[in-house]
C-alpha cells in the first residue's frame, strides 16, 4: 500500500488488537439495528479486536453465560436486511440497581471486554466501572491484576428508535424505514377511499414526538394532522369540519386525518383517532374509518437510508471506541447532515429532556424549537401546504410564475411541483405549469394551474407535466415568445444536468432577448443524483430503495443455491451515486464506477477474492453492483471491453468450478414507482424554499411596472450542501462541474467508498480526518429555521 500523507489520518493506523468489543441492543426495536451490529462486528474483528453479542440487551449482560458469545465475520452476514434485532432486546430492571451491574462487570472482565457499543444508553454503568471492580476485587471474584488491566470502561452509543426523539441527530436508526411503513399504508388506504369517498384517521406512534406524524402528513398531503408539540388551536373542531367539508366540495374523494398516539388538546386532554372520528361522523356524516398502525411502523425490512444510516454509524462507533481514552466521555454516534459526528452522550440526553420539561410545562413553542431546526420547516412547511387562505386573504401580486420539468422523469418531481404551485399561490401569485419541458414551452404547451389541480400529486410517480431532455438552445426565440405572450415573470425548472445546462442556455440567452431577464430558480431532481452544487436530488433516494429491494429478492432467490454471484447493473450515467450506495445497502462485494478506475488486475483480485469466501460457509447472494456507464465505458487506452458483459464474462469464467455466476440490469425500473417519504418530503420543501426566493426576487428586480433582472445571482440552482439549503448562481457553479461526463467534480459519498470494502472484507486505506473530534449539541435560535436547514 502506498505511504499514507502524514497531515491526515487513516484508520489502518488504529489497532484493535488485545481490545474486546461488546454489541448489544436495549430498549424498543428498530429496523436497520441489525445492520448497525452487522457494521460493529466486521469493523472490529477488521480492526483485529474480538467483538461479543450480548443477548437479550441488559439483561444477558446481567445474567452472562452463554448470552455474551464472541461473533465471527461469517455470523452477521446475513442480517443486514433482516427487521428488527437478532441478539435481542429486554428492559432489565436487575440491572437498574448496583447489584445487577456488579454481575454485568463481572460478566464483561471474564471475557475482557472494556467497550461496549451500546445501541440505547449506559452512562451510569461507566461512572461506576472502576468503583464495581474495586468491589469485585474485595468479594474475591476477581483478581487485583484484572482491576489494573480493566480498568476503563468506554461506551459509545447510537441511537435506535422510530420515533427520532432523541435530541443530537438528525435522524436515528429506524425513523426513515417506519415512515415507509406509513406511507405504504396510507397510499394503499387512499385508493380505497377514493372509492368509497370516506375520511380515514389514522394514528401512528408518537406518544412524546410527533415526527412520524407530522412527515407522513406532509409525505402524503393530508387534511390535518394532531402532535403533541402543537396543539390545535380553541375551536379546531370546527376549522377542521370547515375544511373537510370545503375540500369534499372541490370535489375531493377522500380525506386523511393523521394521530401522533400522544395527540393532546390545548387544555392537555389527549386526542385521540377514535374522538376525532366520532367528531367527523356527528358534525358532517362521513363515513369515517379509522386505522391504527401500530406495531407494523417497527416491522419489516429496513430502507436503503437506515442501512447506510446504521452501517456508518456503526463503523464510527469502532473508531470512537479505539480513540476513546480514560478522559473521553461516554458519547453517541449521531448524523449530522451527510456527516457521522461524535457527541456527549449526556448533553443529548439532557436536551432530550429539556424538550420533555418544555411540553409539560405547556411552552410548546419552545418544544418546537428545541425539536431542532428540520422539525420546525416540516411544521412550518406542513401549515403553508394544507390549509388555503380564502382569496380575500391572499396577497395579489398579478405576477405569473412558469413551472417546468426537464430531463428524465424522478419520483418526487410531482410533490414539488405541487408545493411549488400551492406557495405560488399563497404568495399571491399566478401559477403556470408547462407541458414536456423546454420543447413543450416552445410549442405553446403552457396553462395556468390552481390550488385544487395539484391535489393528491404528493404520492404520485414520474412526472405529471410531461418532461423532456430536449435543451431551449434550438427554441430560444420560440421560448421568448411565449414568455412574452404569457407575460411569464419568472421560471422554477425541475430536473437534473438537463436543466442546469438549460438555465446556463437562457443565462446567456439574456443579452438578446429581454424576456429571460426574470429571476430563474432549479430545482434538483434525478435518479442519477449528479448535479452540482446540491449533495442530494429528488429522485435518487427512491431509486435506491428500489435497488436495495431487488438486490434483496435476487440474494434470496438464490436461497437454494450455493455459491453463485449476480452482476447488477444500476442507472447513473458517470456517476456512481445509485451503484456504490446501491452496494453498501445491499451488502455487495464490489461496486465498480468511473470515478474511481480500476483494471483487469483489480477485477482479477476481486474474483480471486470471492473464491476465498466461497470456501467458507458463505457461498451464496453475493452482489457485484455495476454503474450503467460500464455499458459506454473508455479507459484511458480507450479499452472498449470492460463493459457489464466483459465483467459478466470474465466472473463466469474464472470462477468456474467455484460459483455461477447471472447478470441483471434494473433499466427504468429504478425511475419508476411512488416516491419514497424523504423524496416527497425533500421536494416539497426545497420547492417551497425555492418560491420563497422567486418571490423575494420579484419585489427587488421590480421596476416601472416591469420585472427586469439581469445579474448572475437571478438564475440560482438551490442545493442541499451539508444540512442546509444553498441558493448558488448557476454561473459560478460552472467551475464545479465535468461537463463531459456530466457529474460534480467533487462528490461527497465517494468518502463512503471504503466502508463497503472493509465490511466486505478487503484491505484498503480509510482516512477519518473528519472522525474523532467530540462536539457539543447545538442549539438553535428561532430565527435560524429560516437559515435553510432541512
Given at each position: 500500500?502506498?505511504?499514507?500523507p502524514?497531515?491526515?489520518?487513516?484508520?489502518?493506523?488504529?489497532?484493535?488488537?488485545?481490545?474486546?468489543?461488546?454489541?448489544?441492543?436495549?430498549?424498543?426495536?428498530?429496523?436497520?439495528?441489525?445492520?448497525?451490529?452487522?457494521?460493529?462486528v466486521?469493523?472490529?474483528?477488521?480492526?483485529?479486536?474480538?467483538?461479543y453479542?450480548?443477548?437479550?440487551?441488559?439483561?444477558?449482560?446481567?445474567?452472562g453465560?452463554?448470552?455474551?458469545?464472541?461473533?465471527?465475520w461469517?455470523s452477521?452476514?446475513?442480517?443486514?436486511?433482516?427487521?428488527g434485532?437478532?441478539i435481542?432486546?429486554?428492559?432489565?430492571?436487575?440491572?437498574?440497581?448496583?447489584?445487577?451491574?456488579?454481575?454485568?462487570?463481572?460478566?464483561?472482565i471474564?471475557?475482557?471486554?472494556?467497550?461496549?457499543?451500546?445501541?440505547?444508553?449506559?452512562?451510569?454503568?461507566?461512572?461506576?466501572?472502576?468503583?464495581?471492580?474495586?468491589?469485585?476485587a474485595?468479594?474475591?471474584?476477581?483478581?487485583?491484576?484484572?482491576?489494573?488491566?480493566?480498568?476503563?470502561?468506554?461506551?459509545?452509543g447510537?441511537?435506535?428508535?422510530?420515533?427520532?426523539?432523541?435530541?443530537?441527530?438528525?435522524?436515528?436508526?429506524?425513523?426513515?424505514?417506519?415512515?415507509h411503513?406509513?406511507?405504504?399504508?396510507?397510499?394503499?388506504?387512499?385508493?380505497?377511499?377514493?372509492?368509497?369517498?370516506?375520511?380515514?384517521?389514522?394514528?401512528?406512534?408518537?406518544?412524546?414526538?410527533?415526527?412520524?406524524?407530522?412527515v407522513?402528513?406532509?409525505?402524503?398531503?393530508a387534511?390535518?394532522v394532531?402532535?403533541?408539540?402543537?396543539?390545535?388551536?380553541?375551536?379546531?373542531?370546527?376549522?377542521?369540519?370547515?375544511?373537510?367539508?370545503?375540500n369534499?366540495?372541490r370535489?375531493k374523494?377522500?380525506?386523511?386525518?393523521?394521530?401522533?398516539?400522544?395527540?393532546?388538546?390545548s387544555?392537555?386532554?389527549?386526542?385521540?383517532?377514535?374522538?376525532?372520528?366520532?367528531?367527523?361522523v356527528?358534525?358532517?356524516?362521513?363515513?369515517?374509518?379509522v386505522?391504527?398502525?401500530g406495531?407494523v411502523?417497527?416491522g419489516?425490512?429496513?430502507s436503503?437510508?437506515?442501512?447506510?444510516?446504521?452501517?456508518?454509524?456503526?463503523?464510527e462507533?469502532?473508531?470512537?471506541?479505539?480513540?476513546?481514552?480514560?478522559?473521553?466521555?461516554?458519547?453517541?454516534?449521531?448524523?449530522s447532515?451527510n456527516?457521522?459526528?461524535?457527541?456527549?452522550?449526556?448533553?443529548?440526553?439532557?436536551?432530550?429532556?429539556?424538550?420533555?420539561?418544555?411540553?409539560?410545562e405547556?411552552?410548546?413553542?419552545?418544544?418546537?424549537?428545541?425539536?431542532?431546526?428540520?422539525?420546525?420547516?416540516?411544521?412550518?412547511?406542513?401549515?403553508l401546504?394544507?390549509?388555503?387562505?380564502?382569496?380575500?386573504?391572499?396577497?395579489?401580486?398579478?405576477f405569473?410564475?412558469?413551472?417546468?420539468?426537464?430531463?428524465?422523469?424522478?419520483a418526487?418531481?410531482?410533490?414539488?411541483?405541487?408545493s411549488?404551485?400551492?406557495v405560488?399561490?399563497?404568495?399571491?401569485?399566478?401559477?403556470?405549469?408547462?407541458?414536456?419541458?423546454?420543447?413543450?414551452?416552445?410549442?405553446?404547451?403552457?396553462?395556468?394551474?390552481?390550488?385544487?389541480?395539484?391535489?393528491g400529486?404528493?404520492?404520485?410517480?414520474?412526472?405529471?407535466?410531461?418532461?423532456?431532455?430536449?435543451?431551449?438552445?434550438?427554441?430560444?426565440?420560440?421560448?421568448?415568445?411565449?414568455?412574452?405572450?404569457?407575460?411569464?415573470?419568472?421560471?422554477?425548472?425541475?430536473?437534473?444536468?438537463?436543466?442546469?445546462l438549460?438555465l446556463?442556455?437562457l443565462?446567456?440567452?439574456?443579452?438578446?432577448?429581454?424576456?429571460?431577464?426574470?429571476?430563474?430558480?432549479?430545482?434538483?431532481?434525478?435518479?442519477s443524483?449528479?448535479?452540482?452544487?446540491?449533495?442530494?436530488?429528488i429522485?435518487?433516494?427512491?431509486?435506491?430503495?428500489?435497488?436495495?429491494?431487488?438486490?434483496?429478492?435476487?440474494?434470496q432467490?438464490?436461497?437454494?443455491?450455493?455459491?453463485?454471484?449476480?452482476?447488477?447493473?444500476?442507472?447513473g450515467?458517470?456517476?456512481?451515486?445509485?451503484?456504490?450506495?446501491g452496494g453498501?445497502?445491499?451488502?455487495?462485494?464490489?461496486?465498480?464506477i468511473?470515478?474511481?478506475?480500476?483494471?483487469?488486475?483489480e477485477?482479477q483480485?476481486?474474483?480471486?477474492?470471492?473464491?476465498?469466501?466461497?470456501?467458507?460457509?458463505?457461498?451464496?447472494?453475493?452482489?457485484?453492483?455495476?454503474?450503467l456507464?460500464?455499458?459506454?465505458?473508455?479507459?484511458?487506452?480507450?479499452?472498449?471491453?470492460?463493459?457489464?458483459?466483459?465483467?459478466?464474462?470474465?466472473?463466469?469464467?474464472?470462477?468456474?468450478?467455484?460459483?455461477?455466476?447471472?447478470?441483471?440490469?434494473?433499466?427504468?425500473?429504478?425511475?419508476?414507482?411512488?416516491?419514497?417519504?424523504?423524496?416527497?418530503?425533500?421536494?416539497?420543501?426545497?420547492?417551497?424554499?425555492?418560491?420563497?426566493w422567486?418571490s423575494?426576487?420579484l419585489?427587488?428586480?421590480y421596476?416601472?411596472?416591469?420585472v427586469?433582472?439581469?445579474?448572475?445571482?437571478s438564475?440560482?440552482?438551490?442545493?442541499?450542501?451539508?444540512?442546509?439549503?444553498?441558493?448558488?448562481?448557476?454561473?459560478?457553479?460552472?467551475?464545479?462541474?465535468?461537463?463531459?461526463?456530466?457529474?460534480?467534480?467533487?462528490q461527497?459519498?465517494?468518502?463512503?467508498?471504503?466502508?463497503?470494502?472493509?465490511?466486505?472484507?478487503?484491505?484498503?486505506?480509510?482516512?477519518?480526518?473528519?472522525?474523532?473530534?467530540?462536539?457539543?449539541?447545538?442549539?438553535?435560535?428561532?430565527?435560524?429555521?429560516?437559515?435553510?436547514?432541512?
Amino acid at each position: 500500500m502506498a505511504e499514507l500523507p502524514a497531515d491526515k489520518k487513516f484508520f489502518e493506523n488504529l489497532s484493535g488488537a488485545g481490545k474486546a468489543i461488546g454489541v448489544l441492543t436495549s430498549g424498543g426495536d428498530a429496523q436497520g439495528m441489525n445492520a448497525a451490529v452487522r457494521a460493529v462486528v466486521r469493523m472490529g474483528i477488521y480492526v483485529e479486536a474480538k467483538v461479543y453479542f450480548i443477548y437479550e440487551g441488559y439483561q444477558g449482560m446481567v445474567d452472562g453465560g452463554d448470552n455474551i458469545v464472541e461473533v465471527s465475520w461469517e455470523s452477521v452476514s446475513s442480517i443486514l436486511q433482516v427487521g428488527g434485532t437478532v441478539i435481542g432486546s429486554a428492559r432489565c430492571k436487575e440491572f437498574r440497581t448496583r447489584e445487577g451491574r456488579l454481575k454485568a462487570a463481572f460478566n464483561l472482565i471474564q471475557r475482557g471486554i472494556t467497550n461496549l457499543c451500546v445501541i440505547g444508553g449506559a452512562n451510569l454503568f461507566r461512572e461506576e466501572w472502576s468503583g464495581l471492580l474495586e468491589e469485585l476485587a474485595q468479594s474475591g471474584k476477581i483478581e487485583e491484576e484484572a482491576v489494573k488491566k480493566y480498568v476503563y470502561l468506554n461506551i459509545v452509543g447510537m441511537v435506535g428508535s422510530i420515533d427520532n426523539d432523541f435530541c443530537g441527530t438528525d435522524m436515528t436508526i429506524g425513523t426513515d424505514s417506519a415512515l415507509h411503513r406509513i406511507i405504504e399504508v396510507v397510499d394503499a388506504i387512499m385508493t380505497t377511499a377514493q372509492s368509497h369517498q370516506r375520511t380515514f384517521v389514522l394514528e401512528v406512534m408518537g406518544r412524546h414526538c410527533g415526527y412520524l406524524a407530522l412527515v407522513s402528513a406532509l409525505a402524503c398531503g393530508a387534511d390535518w394532522v394532531f402532535i403533541p408539540e402543537y396543539p390545535p388551536e380553541e375551536g379546531w373542531e370546527d376549522q377542521m369540519c370547515v375544511k373537510l367539508s370545503e375540500n369534499r366540495a372541490r370535489k375531493k374523494r377522500l380525506n386523511i386525518i393523521i394521530v401522533a398516539e400522544g395527540a393532546i388538546d390545548s387544555h392537555n386532554k389527549p386526542i385521540t383517532s377514535e374522538k376525532v372520528k366520532d367528531l367527523v361522523v356527528q358534525q358532517l356524516g362521513f363515513d369515517t374509518r379509522v386505522t391504527i398502525l401500530g406495531h407494523v411502523q417497527r416491522g419489516g425490512t429496513p430502507s436503503a437510508f437506515d442501512r447506510i444510516l446504521a452501517s456508518r454509524m456503526g463503523v464510527e462507533a469502532v473508531l470512537a471506541l479505539l480513540e476513546a481514552t480514560p478522559d473521553t466521555p461516554a458519547c453517541v454516534v449521531s448524523l449530522s447532515g451527510n456527516q457521522a459526528v461524535r457527541l456527549p452522550l449526556m448533553e443529548c440526553v439532557q436536551m432530550t429532556q429539556e424538550v420533555q420539561k418544555a411540553m409539560d410545562e405547556r411552552k410548546f413553542c419552545e418544544a418546537v424549537r428545541l425539536r431542532g431546526r428540520s422539525f420546525e420547516n416540516n411544521l412550518n412547511t406542513y401549515k403553508l401546504l394544507s390549509h388555503r387562505k380564502p382569496d380575500t386573504e391572499l396577497p395579489k401580486t398579478n405576477f405569473n410564475v412558469a413551472v417546468l420539468n426537464v430531463g428524465a422523469p424522478a419520483a418526487g418531481m410531482n410533490a414539488a411541483v405541487r408545493s411549488a404551485v400551492r406557495v405560488g399561490i399563497t404568495e399571491g401569485h399566478n401559477m403556470f405549469a408547462v407541458i414536456d419541458g423546454f420543447e413543450g414551452f416552445a410549442n405553446g404547451q403552457i396553462k395556468e394551474i390552481s390550488w385544487g389541480d395539484v391535489g393528491g400529486w404528493t404520492g404520485q410517480g414520474g412526472s405529471l407535466l410531461g418532461t423532456k431532455r430536449t435543451l431551449p438552445a434550438k427554441y430560444l426565440e420560440k421560448i421568448a415568445d411565449q414568455m412574452r405572450t404569457n407575460n411569464i415573470n419568472a421560471l422554477m425548472v425541475i430536473g437534473g444536468f438537463e436543466a442546469y445546462l438549460g438555465l446556463l442556455e437562457l443565462s446567456a440567452a439574456r443579452e438578446k432577448y429581454d424576456e429571460f431577464c426574470v429571476p430563474m430558480v432549479m430545482v434538483p431532481a434525478t435518479v442519477s443524483n449528479n448535479v452540482p452544487g446540491s449533495d442530494f436530488s429528488i429522485g435518487a433516494d427512491t431509486a435506491l430503495n428500489t435497488i436495495t429491494d431487488t438486490c434483496d429478492r435476487i440474494k434470496q432467490s438464490a436461497s437454494g443455491t450455493k455459491r453463485r454471484v449476480f452482476i447488477i447493473e444500476t442507472m447513473g450515467g458517470y456517476c456512481g451515486y445509485l451503484a456504490n450506495m446501491g452496494g453498501l445497502a445491499a451488502g455487495a462485494d464490489a461496486a465498480y464506477i468511473f470515478e474511481e478506475k480500476f483494471d483487469i488486475r483489480e477485477l482479477q483480485a476481486n474474483v480471486e477474492h470471492l473464491t476465498e469466501k466461497m470456501k467458507t460457509s458463505i457461498q451464496r447472494g453475493l452482489v457485484i453492483v455495476v454503474g450503467l456507464f460500464l455499458s459506454c465505458y473508455r479507459n484511458e487506452n480507450s479499452n472498449e471491453n470492460y463493459t457489464t458483459d466483459f465483467i459478466y464474462q470474465l466472473y463466469s469464467e474464472e470462477g468456474k468450478g467455484v460459483f455461477d455466476c447471472r447478470k441483471n440490469v434494473l433499466g427504468h425500473m429504478q425511475q419508476g414507482g411512488a416516491p419514497s417519504p424523504f423524496d416527497r418530503n425533500f421536494g416539497t420543501k426545497v420547492s417551497a424554499k425555492a418560491v420563497q426566493w422567486i418571490s423575494k426576487k420579484l419585489r427587488e428586480t421590480y421596476r416601472r411596472g416591469k420585472v427586469f433582472a439581469n445579474t448572475e445571482d437571478s438564475v440560482c440552482l438551490l442545493g442541499m450542501r451539508r444540512r442546509n439549503l444553498i441558493f448558488q448562481p448557476v454561473v459560478e457553479l460552472k467551475d464545479q462541474a465535468d461537463f463531459v461526463h456530466r457529474i460534480p467534480k467533487e462528490q461527497w459519498w465517494l468518502k463512503l467508498r471504503p466502508l463497503m470494502k472493509i465490511l466486505a472484507k478487503y484491505k484498503t486505506s480509510y482516512d477519518v480526518s473528519d472522525s474523532g473530534q467530540l462536539e457539543h449539541v447545538a442549539r438553535h435560535s428561532p430565527k435560524e429555521a429560516e437559515t435553510g436547514a432541512i
